[in-house]
């Protein structure tokens, strides 16, 4: 067996998702990949974890990755850990209606990557979602400093007492929008000084604009929706608004890519505060009532004109962005954030989006984006005529959207937000005399 290596940081992430890069259909493992190979380029040991198979990374940095697959449960050298059966009680207890089978695959992973970074020396414990994984880090990895990322608002809907014991014990509480912050800030005041927000970002040189002087005329224009095919990402709105711009606008078709997937209803109305979801909670009930109803606003006037394309691979996602020529994503719930916006932004198209959640953080109304109320079917149908109806318009918006994109939300900017939380996370109780040792161990070298 090879001689350990101090690794700087061990990347957790939900068992569910998919972190293989040929795979990749949703918003959280594109960031995960992203925040890896960002940090290896800049001379940061990275560690994923994760119950796949080995990853193919594609970097230059490779050297500095490294991918630790962790079993499942019931395999045989896991199976004495699923036996404590109080810690594994104490592991749900937060009213979350977790399964059983995911409590202990998510048990296990915790203890068998934990012990992994006691044994790898690794420096921090980034933790994605899973607050659960905080107190197992803690425990059997004792001298690895905890930073626990939110992409959403669960925590703010489970038990206040459990959850607000795992967040005391992490070093840095971070969201990925001041939204998702300020709602954990005020749910757990007592940790409202450990608790940051880093924004998400994108790879600008994937997401790039593309000349469109040498589009055909005649071509139908596109409208092009990314995201879950689901109520509360006001999909339903949008056919709506498509309807009223196709009685004035012909030569245009909208496509709708993402998974057919609605949620739980508890993790979309977290602070039961969001009115617009009054009308679409039995939607959450009859899942499939939900793809009836939008094929009944489907008339006979949107016959060919609306196409439902299923998941888009990430792969493929900046040839859509670049064939598009507006981007709608019009969601009618607290979004926590908002990746298709800036990658359409970075794309250099116009957007047109809602004011939600952490969406006006992200974009600035009629400089970067035009922006509505959610929910709005008229101000949605308004806001694309009035994109539609002027192709300057559309290339101001789009140009200012990208320099925005490149300014405020590429990668180079936000590894450098999270060098520097690791290492304040690192000093913020070191000796003097120890602080530059606690900082330098985030890299190999």
């Given at each position: ?5 101090a ?17 990749i ?16 380029t800049?001379?940061?040991g ?41 810690a ?10 977790i ?16 012990l ?31 930073v ?30 001041e939204?998702i ?21 994108v790879d600008t040189s994937?997401?790039?604009?593309v ?8 071509r139908r ?31 245009v ?14 993790e ?23 793809r ?8 006979p ?7 439902f ?34 990658e ?43 994109l ?28 450098d ?6 290492e304040?996370v690192?000093?913020?109780s ?16």
């Open positions: 067996m090879g001689e350990s290596r690794i700087g940081v061990g990347l957790l992430y939900p068992l569910w998702i998919d972190l293989s890069p040929d795979e259909d949703s918003a959280m493992p594109v960031v995960a990949l992203d925040l890896a190979h960002g940090l290896a800049r001379g940061v990275v560690r994923l974890y994760s119950q796949g198979e080995r990853l193919r990374w594609k970097t230059s940095a490779e050297g500095l990755f490294s991918h630790q697959r962790v079993p499942r449960p019931f395999d045989p050298v896991t199976n004495r850990l699923l036996r404590a059966k109080h594994l009680d104490a592991f749900r207890d937060d009213g979350s209606e399964p059983t089978e995911s409590v202990l695959r998510s048990f296990s992973y915790g203890v068998l990557s934990a992994d970074m006691r044994r790898q020396h690794i420096a921090i414990a980034h933790i994605n979602i899973f607050d659960h994984l905080i107190p197992v880090v803690r425990k059997l990895s004792p001298r690895t400093r905890i626990f990322h939110m992409h959403d608002h669960k925590q703010t809907r489970r038990d206040k007492k459990v959850v607000g014991k795992r967040l005391s014990q992490a070093h840095a509480i971070v969201g990925c929008s939204f912050t300020n709602r954990v800030r005020i749910r757990f005041p007592e940790v409202a000084d450990r608790c940051h927000t880093v924004h998400n970002a994937l997401y790039t604009p000349d469109s002087s040498g589009v055909a005329k005649g224009r596109r409208l092009v929706f990314v995201g879950r095919i689901s109520p509360e990402k006001g999909v339903h709105t949008l056919l709506e608004a498509f309807q009223l711009v196709v009685e004035r606008e012909r030569d078709e909208l496509e709708l890519y993402g998974p057919d997937i609605i949620p739980a209803l508890r979309v109305d977290v602070t039961k505060e969001t009115h617009s979801l009054e009308e679409i909670r039995p939607f959450y009930a009859d899942p499939p009532g939900y009836r109803h939008l094929d009944a606003l489907i008339k006037s949107l016959q060919g004109r609306v196409h394309r299923g998941p888009l691979l990430h792969r493929h996602a900046p040839d859509v962005f670049r064939d598009a020529d507006i981007v709608v994503f019009p969601p009618i719930w607290h979004e926590p954030f908002g990746l298709p916006a800036i359409a932004m970075a794309s250099g198209k116009p957007v047109v989006t809602t004011s939600v959640g952490g969406i006006p953080e992200i974009v600035r109304d009629r400089e970067t984006a035009l922006v509505v109320e959610p929910g709005n079917t008229r101000g949605l149908a308004a806001a694309l005529m009035e539609l109806t002027s192709a300057e318009r559309r290339a101001t918006l789009g140009a200012a959207g990208r320099e925005h994109v490149k300014r405020h939300f590429a990668w180079n900017t936000r590894i937000d999270w060098l520097l939380l690791y304040n690192l000093t913020q070191a000796k003097p005399r120890k602080r530059a040792m606690a900082a330098a161990s985030l890299s190999l070298t």
